[in-house]
C-alpha cells in the first residue's frame, strides 16, 4: 500500500492516498476510472463510486488501475464492474455536446436546465463534469465567450453599444461595471486599443537584464524583463499601439521603486502590496491572486495551484492563466514549477526564471 500512496502522490493525474480515501467514502464518481480501491478482507476491487458498502480504511488498497489490483490477487467487484468501460467517456461526450450547444447560443444566457437537456445529464452531474473537464462552470464559460466576443466586436470597430448586443450583454451598464476587470480599462478606451490612455514606463538595470515597469493612473499595467531597451519597449507597444506612451526617467517613483526591489530583493517587499491595472477573467484572476500568495523562496505544481483555487482538474488552463500574466514578478508565475519539481517555460526565458527562484531560494 505504501508504494501505491507514493505513486498517487507523485503522479499528474492521480489523487493523493488521502483523496482517493474521500472519494471512496464519498462515492464520488468523478474519480472513477482514476484509480480502483481493493478490500482486503473480501479481496475484491471497485470502483470508487461503488455502491456497495464501506469497508473500514485499514483494509483497503489503491491501484491505479484494474490490472494493478488483479495482478496484486484481487478480483473484479460484480456490482460496480470496473472493468466495463469508463463511464467517464460518456460523459466527456456528455459534455462536448454542452460546449456545443453553448457556442451555438452565445448571443444569450442558457440556463442549467436548458443545457442540461441539450447533454442528457442531470443539472448536478453536469455541473460538476463540465467544471472537471472544461476548468470553468457552465455559466463562466459562456461569460468567457461573451467577453471574448465583446472585445472582438470592439476590435472589429463596433460601438460600444453594438458590441454589447452582439456579444449577449444585458446591458451597457453592466459592461462598464464589470470593464476593469474584464478589460483593464474602459470599453471605449478598449475600442481605441488604448487610445485616450496615457502609460509612462521607466527602464531599469536589474540581476536580470533590463527592466520595464509601465503605468497608468491606476496601477502597474506591464512589466517587461528583456536583454535591450528597444526589446522591452517593442512589447509594450505592441500591446497598446494607440495609447499615448511615454518614456520618463522617473525611476523614484513609489510604483517603480516596488517593482524593482521584488526583482533586486524579492524576500523584502511584498509584491502584493503594488497596485495593478491589468484585465482578465474571473478565473484568470483566481490564478493570479493564488501565485501572488506564494511566499519567496517556494514553489507550486500547476496541479497544486489548481486545487487551491478549487478547480483540481483545471491544471492546463492553470498553465495558460500563468501565460498571459502581463506583469512579471509582480504576479510571480515564474514559482510555479512541474510537477517533477523541473522548470516549466517561461515568458522570459528559463534561465531568467532559474536565477529568479536561485535569489529568491539565497
Not at 507514493?6 to 488521502?18: G, I, K, N, V, Y
Not at 490477487?73 to 450547444?101: H, L, M, Q, V
Not at 501565485?291 to 482538474?313: D, M, Q, V, W
Request: with cysteine; proline share 4%; aromatic share 6%.
Amino acid at each position: 500500500m505504501a508504494t501505491m500512496a507514493a505513486e498517487l502522490r507523485t503522479s499528474r493525474s492521480r489523487p493523493t492516498d488521502a483523496e482517493a480515501w474521500r472519494a471512496v467514502q464519498e462515492r464520488d464518481a468523478r474519480y472513477d476510472g482514476e484509480f480502483v480501491y481493493a478490500v482486503r478482507s473480501t479481496g475484491i476491487y471497485c470502483r470508487p463510486s461503488c455502491a456497495a458498502r464501506r469497508p473500514s480504511r485499514a483494509n483497503v488498497e489503491f491501484y491505479e488501475d484494474p490490472g494493478a489490483a488483479e495482478h496484486a490477487g484481487f478480483r473484479a467487484c460484480k456490482r460496480c464492474t470496473p472493468r466495463s468501460a469508463d463511464p467517464r467517456d460518456n460523459t466527456s461526450r456528455a459534455i462536448e455536446r454542452a460546449r456545443a450547444y453553448l457556442d451555438q447560443h452565445a448571443g444569450r444566457a442558457v440556463s442549467l436546465a436548458e443545457l442540461s437537456g441539450a447533454s442528457g445529464l442531470s443539472g448536478a452531474h453536469l455541473q460538476r463534469s463540465f467544471k472537471r473537464i472544461v476548468g470553468m462552470s457552465p455559466k463562466e464559460y459562456q461569460d468567457a465567450h461573451r467577453v471574448g466576443r465583446f472585445k472582438s466586436r470592439l476590435r472589429a470597430g463596433d460601438t460600444v453599444s453594438r458590441a454589447t448586443y452582439e456579444a449577449g450583454f444585458g446591458s451597457s451598464s453592466r459592461v462598464y461595471e464589470r470593464a476593469d476587470a474584464l478589460l483593464g480599462m474602459t470599453p471605449g478606451e478598449y475600442r481605441r486599443k488604448g487610445a485616450g490612455v496615457r502609460i509612462a514606463y521607466t527602464i531599469a538595470d536589474s540581476p536580470l537584464g533590463r527592466v520595464l515597469v509601465g503605468m497608468t493612473e491606476r496601477g502597474v499595467c506591464a512589466v517587461e524583463l528583456g536583454a535591450t531597451d528597444a526589446e522591452v519597449e517593442r512589447t509594450l507597444r505592441a500591446d497598446f499601439p494607440n495609447a499615448t506612451v511615454e518614456r520618463t526617467s522617473d525611476a523614484r517613483h513609489a510604483w517603480v521603486r516596488a517593482v524593482l526591489e521584488v526583482v533586486r530583493e524579492p524576500r523584502r517587499v511584498r509584491a502584493a502590496s503594488i497596485p495593478l491595472d491589468v484585465g482578465g477573467t474571473a478565473f484568470q484572476w483566481q490564478v493570479w491572486q493564488a501565485l501572488r500568495e506564494i511566499p519567496p523562496g517556494e514553489r507550486r505544481s500547476y496541479s497544486e495551484i489548481a486545487r487551491a483555487i478549487g478547480r483540481p482538474k483545471a491544471t492546463r488552463a492553470v498553465a495558460r492563466a500563468c501565460a498571459t500574466n502581463r506583469v512579471a514578478v509582480v504576479i510571480p508565475c515564474h514559482r510555479v514549477a512541474r510537477e517533477d519539481g523541473g522548470l516549466a517555460g517561461y515568458k522570459w526565458g528559463v534561465e531568467r526564471k532559474r536565477r529568479l527562484l536561485e535569489r529568491e531560494e539565497a
